[in-house]
């Protein structure tokens, strides 16, 4: 855990660094402290403390603690842990709570203890009933009902129009011309509809019909990269395409499985090249995940 400061309060509120969340509330009262004759020191110290305290209380049996320190403040942080009582923690507990407005809960909050009880969410529960699905099915993209259509009818492996397509295009292997005008048509569809850049290796499929080469800033393909802040990418103010893959898979009952595959390592020597021939004559990693299947 970090110790915090008042610059680091505002630091970590802006989203400046992923994974490290200080919400409006918390902000406020550091900003307050901050302005105490030792900075807020005391206090910041004091809280990383009960911190301590409440993550022993759960069962850790260590805690990290980062920022600059010197090393006797270190052991009074700890030795402050040390000071407080076996079940004092419960109550710290209650005391240090600054979630997000409309912050989501894995488990429902324990009324007696204010902590998480064994209890799954229940609106949670709610959104994997059939209902639940197809309310999230009415909001689904109309470019994604059609590309999951295709995907079914076209370019699934056992799909008659799978196999229509690989004898379509090893026909076609020998003729460029013909070749190049399909290659351009692909594109003229791919690039209005998904904002194609040419990789010649696809994972539309992969991804809920998200492009990683032109939506992601780091090209992920493999799965979310962590440096995300509220669902929106790190690097600008995109929403992260693995987020809006979750939303899309959810309404179908998917989401769960959406990374159980072989991991992605795309061809580049396939950019520049139909990404349609390569999955139809397996020259894409779709090819090395069919016989892994």
Not at 87 to 100: L, P
Not at 186 to 210: H, N, V, W
Request: glycine share 10%; aromatic share 12%.
């Amino acid at each position: 855990m970090c110790v915090l400061t008042g610059f680091l309060a505002r630091h970590f509120n802006r989203g400046a660094v992923p994974g490290a969340v200080v919400s409006d509330e918390l902000l406020a009262v550091a900003e307050r402290q901050a302005t105490s004759p030792d900075k807020g020191k005391a206090f910041f110290h004091e809280l990383a403390a009960k911190q301590i305290a409440i993550a022993r209380g759960l069962g850790y049996r260590g805690a990290y603690l980062s920022g600059h320190l010197e090393p006797a403040e270190v052991k009074a942080i700890f030795d402050k842990a040390d000071s407080f009582g076996p079940d004092d923690w419960r109550e710290m507990a209650r005391e240090i709570r600054f979630q997000q407005p409309g912050e989501f809960y894995f488990f429902e909050q324990d009324p007696e203890s204010g902590l998480s009880s064994k209890e799954i969410n229940r609106g949670y529960v709610a959104s994997l009933s059939p209902k639940g699905r197809a309310i999230l099915r009415s909001r689904v993209p109309a470019t994604y009902r059609f590309s999951r259509f295709l995907h079914d009818h076209l370019f699934d492996p056992v799909s008659r129009g799978f196999r229509a397509g690989r004898w379509f295009y090893s026909g076609v292997e020998s003729r460029p011309g013909v070749k190049r005008w399909l290659h351009a048509g692909e594109q003229a569809t791919k690039i209005g509809m998904f904002d194609c850049r040419d990789c010649g290796d696809c994972s539309l499929p992969d991804i809920a019909y998200l492009c990683p080469e032109s939506q992601c800033a780091k090209n992920q393909r493999n799965g979310p990269c962590g440096g995300s802040h509220q669902g929106f990418c790190e690097v600008g103010e995109k929403e992260c395409i693995w987020a809006r893959a979750y939303d899309r898979l959810k309404p179908y009952g998917e989401e769960q499985r959406m990374l159980d595959r072989p991991p992605v390592f795309k061809e580049g020597s396939l950019k520049g090249s139909s990404a349609w021939g390569n999955t139809f004559l397996g020259r894409d990693h779709h090819a090395g995940k069919r016989k892994v299947e």
